[in-house]
């Protein structure tokens, strides 16, 4: 998409610059191009008579070489400004369809998909129910699972990948380890009975945080 930007920006200073020459070229050659003349209406009556003079019969000998010359310089102008309106607008309608069958960008729906799940904890967290904040444990676990998974970390349990893991190449590796105790916790000693204060549950909710933000996930 840079590409595309850049060129039309230049065709566009070509289009004005080819413009400008033939404002000089007018200007110096047929009829002068400024406030006054075009206030006043002599510059549009002069470029009249000019056309008007080249018509059959109303010119002759060296003057209609001349004319001939003025004209097919403002043509040839004319021509390319042509060309490059053209162009801009051929280039827009590329950039349109690139934009509209652009390939599905997959990593971009995952990251979205795991903010949505990611706000789900946090509204589960931000609840007044002691359940919803074990709940978002839970809900913030299946998440590290999947991310783990994603991130091609193999084994049957969290547990065991955590274990397979290199501990030097996550720096929030004691967090996650931390978080995933919680959830082991609360699954095994269930989550009616279990003793857990909302404190409890910010703090580990914050570990889950800190793992999904070092894999980029949030």
Same mark, same amino acid.
């Given at each position: 998409m840079k590409d595309f930007f850049t060129w039309d920006e230049a065709l566009r200073d070509l289009a004005i610059v080819a413009f =400008?020459? *033939? !404002?000089?070229y007018i200007s110096t050659k047929i009829t002068p191009i400024n406030f006054e003349t075009i206030s006043s209406g002599d510059a549009f009556v002069n470029l009249f008579a000019f056309v008007?003079?080249? !018509?059959? %019969?109303?010119?002759s000998g060296s003057a209609l070489l001349v004319t001939v010359g003025h =004209? %097919?310089?403002? =043509? *040839?102008? =004319? !021509?390319?400004? %042509?060309?490059?309106?053209?162009? *801009? @607008?051929? @280039?827009?309608v590329s950039r349109k369809q690139h934009t509209k069958y652009a390939p599905i960008d997959i990593e971009e729906i995952e990251a979205k998909e795991k903010m949505v799940q990611w706000q789900v904890v946090l509204n589960h967290l931000n609840a007044e129910n002691p359940a919803e904040w074990k709940l978002a444990i839970l809900e913030a676990d299946n998440m590290l699972d999947e991310i783990l998974e994603a991130e091609g970390y193999r084994g049957e349990s969290i547990g065991d990948r955590l274990k397979a893991m290199d501990p030097g190449s996550l720096r929030s590796y004691s967090d996650v380890w931390e978080a995933h105790k919680v959830r082991n916790r609360i699954a095994h000693e269930g989550a009616a009975t279990m003793d857990f204060s909302k404190k409890e549950a910010r703090d580990t909710i914050g570990k889950f945080e800190k793992v999904f933000k070092e894999l980029g996930y949030i």
């Open positions: =400008l020459v *033939l !404002l000089m008007k003079d080249f !018509l059959p %019969g109303n010119v =004209l %097919g310089a403002v =043509l *040839l102008i =004319l !021509l390319f400004v %042509g060309i490059i309106w053209t162009t *801009l @607008r051929m @280039r827009e």
